[in-house]
């Protein structure tokens, strides 16, 4: 089939009947669910984009193996050209979603394909896994699927490991073997849009212990299979408010679950790694299920950190306080914010590495450093806006008091900005910008910034001690052997006196 259109998208959707379970009730049909009807749409759109003519040469690609067409997310890159081609459909999903959609449908695309081009990773282990990851990549691919994934143990006692809390079956793990495939129970977080989406992959950060075989798991199944159960948080829109109350969380909300394994069945070929810690604890970072996903989530989060610097911008211009070197200062600094992340993404494309594949991926050391750099630089842009918009951000009206005649002159007398801004446009201006920094809304969007990639400080850790295993430190040798030169102290007696 190759790129589906949103309507497509939309039919798989009415077609399915998942367990969601949303504020008690259980959703029985997703697709025309209050909640959920904004975010499918603005999935949806994605979609159709693959079949713009104005866009189609730059995000989708013609498939070397079925001819077909298909989005670029499936690109293994060979060629640095491969590498831009993939960053242009993670550009333009996220310029359609302002980057505040992080899970839209490109991600996971990209932690498949990753698999599909490391699955001699998962060979060395066992050849059927490997196989199963290959076919399965295909099968996204070719139905150009909209995936969900799974890959944190629910927060049940972080000081122990799976196989040491309370219940043996509180993290999800297989109860036994069948001829058909492995049975499984227990939870897994945090399963962003699972409502909406076509099917889930499971696997895991590394960490696992002797004694965690049977929660040391990779799979992916269909999102309606028997047993699973989505538990959805509160959802912060009720699918009624006004896109002109809230012009992004009305749109954008992405919901996350907590999904329940009751004795699921996984089939043989759906199982990508089983009852290997080993395996399991190397699959992150050696199938490449860091790095690849880190070509989108850079290039997304960079649209995400100029959207909110231009948002804190315009609040600032349109009440007149930029003209103070305090405002100036802080607006500069998330300028300079944005202008490093995009300065790291161009230098990690650039200076590619190449696998011994033959597959291409950014470099390491540059896309490492915008994740461990966004956790900080988002959560200050928003706390800029915070500070700029001040009080004001607490005294929009709403789209009722705007269209009502009486109040008109109210509006625009008491709510207009400087000079060249009216009541209307100061009011839209800082209701978005209040979706952003106020809203529930964007208190997870800044959330998910600080921890979409795990827990930054543990990252962070992890990067560091890279560096320190694979830096030469010639400069401090070079400087050390000069000063040990013979004579070179008897040259600096000299210069002192
Ligand atoms: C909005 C949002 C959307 C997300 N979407 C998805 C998704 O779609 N799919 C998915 O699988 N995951 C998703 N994640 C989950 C994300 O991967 C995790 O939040 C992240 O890995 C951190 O894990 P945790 O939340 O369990 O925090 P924890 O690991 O429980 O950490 C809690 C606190 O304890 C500290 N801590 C915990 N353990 C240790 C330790 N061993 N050493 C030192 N400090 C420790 C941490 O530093 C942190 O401050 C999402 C997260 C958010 C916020
Ligand atoms: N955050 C990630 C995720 O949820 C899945 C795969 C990779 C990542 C990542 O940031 O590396």
Known sequence: MGIRTGAQYMEALKARQPEVWLSGRKVTNVYEDVVFKQPIHEIAKLYDMQHDPSLQ??????????????????????????????????????????????????????????????????????????????????????????LTHAIINPQNDRSKTSHEQQDTFTHLGAVKETPEGLIVRGAKMLATLSPITDEVIVYSFPGFKPG????????????????????CREPMQDGTRSVADHPLASRFEEMDALLVFNDVLVPWDRVFLYNNVEAANLLYPKAGLGQQPSHQTGVRGLIKLQFATDVAIRVADSIGVDVYLNVQNDLGELVQSAESVRALLRVAELEYETLPSGDLVPAYNPIETIRGLLPTF??????????????????????????????????????????????????????????????????????????????????????????????????????????????ANETEELLKR
């Open 57 to 146: 040469d730059r995000i989708t690609h013609i498939c070397e193996e079925t001819g077909e067409r298909v989005n670029n997310a499936f690109l293994v890159p060979k060629k640095p050209e491969h590498l831009q081609a993939r960053r242009q459909v993670f550009e333009e999903f996220a310029k359609a979603t302002f980057g505040l959609m992080g899970r839209t449908p490109d991600f996971l695309n990209v932690v498949v394909t990753s698999l599909y081009s490391n699955a001699d990773f998962l060979a060395k282990y066992n050849p059927e896994w490997a196989e199963n990851a290959k076919n399965y990549y295909r099968h996204v691919r070719d139905n150009d699927l909209f």
């Open 212 to 231: 965690d075989e049977r929660y040391a798991l990779a799979f992916a199944l269909p999102i309606d299979t028997p047993g699973l159960r989505i538990l």
């Open 378 to 487: 988002y959560p200050r842009a928003i706390e800029v806006m915070q500070i700029i918009g001040a009080g004001g951000l607490l005294m929009s009206p709403t789209e009722g008091d705007l269209t009502n005649p009486e109040l008109a002159e109210d509006m625009e007398r008491y709510y207009g900005g400087r000079e060249g801004i009216s009541g209307t446009d100061r009011i839209h201006l800082f209701k978005l910008a209040w979706d952003l920094c106020g809203e529930a809304f964007g208190q997870r969007l800044l959330q998910y910034e600080r921890y979409y990639t795990g827990d930054p400080i543990r990252k962070k850790a992890i990067f560091y001690n890279n560096y320190k295993k694979t830096h030469s430190f010639a400069m401090v040798d070079e400087a050390l052997n000069v000063s040990r030169i013979p004579g």
